[in-house]
């Protein structure tokens, strides 16, 4: 293995974390809205819109097994 080569296990702990960050941000938007305009249906939705936004930037990252840029 080349110096400066990302690991499998490097690849997956990215792809995780990538995933959790998309989810907590827009679910945590998600949760401020429904908290100052006292409704219940923007934390459902932002985790929702988090988690769709993350596969599609794991998929963008990572497709056809190229190295990230």
Request: aromatic share 14%; proline share 3%; charged share 15%.
């Amino acid at each position: 293995m080349m110096a400066g080569q990302p690991t499998g296990t490097d690849i997956g702990m990215r792809i995780v974390a990538e995933m959790l960050a998309g989810i907590l941000f827009y679910g945590g938007i998600g949760w401020l809205g429904d908290h100052f305009l006292h409704t219940g249906f923007l934390l459902p939705a932002g985790l929702v819109i988090g988690f769709g936004l993350s596969v599609y930037l794991v998929f963008k990252r990572f497709r056809g097994g190229e190295n990230e840029q």
